[in-house]
């Protein structure tokens, strides 16, 4: 299957959204690019999504993910799903709530293994005395992204 690649700007930097088969696969921070195509409609919807996001009149996103992974992975990733806009949860949190309340360390190994963070929120996950921990992006985009959105609601 063809692969697709477009690099978008945003307030936490440059992008690189990546999508397979009509479904978005990642989403990378900075110029990630490798000179793939941009001939998937999902890119369009994806960027058009996260600057409505950027613009504060995006809560949730519509466009189609494809993550792969384990079904432990999948399990932590839907659970980040439900994480309310401008709220937060613990790893321990999340473990509990996919019924495996020892799991704090794997679900942070989920939590850095998403590919398609902001559109599944795993910058929305904190230590359990609310300190700022590890983000694909870097703790100030993780800062950024969760003050961002307290200030939307």
């Not at 110029?31 to 613009?55: I, T």
């Amino acid at each position: 299957m063809a692969v697709y690649e477009r690099l978008v700007e945003s307030p936490v930097g440059l992008l690189t959204l990546r999508a397979e088969a009509g479904a978005l696969t990642a989403i990378l921070f900075g110029d990630a690019a490798m000179g793939l195509p941009d001939g998937d409609p999902v890119l369009g919807q994806a960027a058009a999504e996260l600057a409505e996001y950027f613009a504060g009149t995006r809560r949730e996103f519509t466009v189609p993910v494809r993550l792969t992974g384990t079904a432990f992975q999948q399990a932590v990733w839907a659970a980040l799903r439900e994480i309310p806009y401008g709220e937060t949860a613990t790893y321990g949190e999340i473990a509990r709530r996919i019924g495996r309340p020892r799991a704090c360390r794997a679900v942070g190994m989920a939590n850095h293994r998403n590919a398609v963070p902001i559109i599944v929120p795993c910058h929305r996950v904190i230590g359990s005395g609310g300190a700022l921990t590890g983000y694909a992006g870097g703790l100030p985009v993780k800062s950024f992204l969760l003050d961002w959105e307290r200030r939307c609601l």
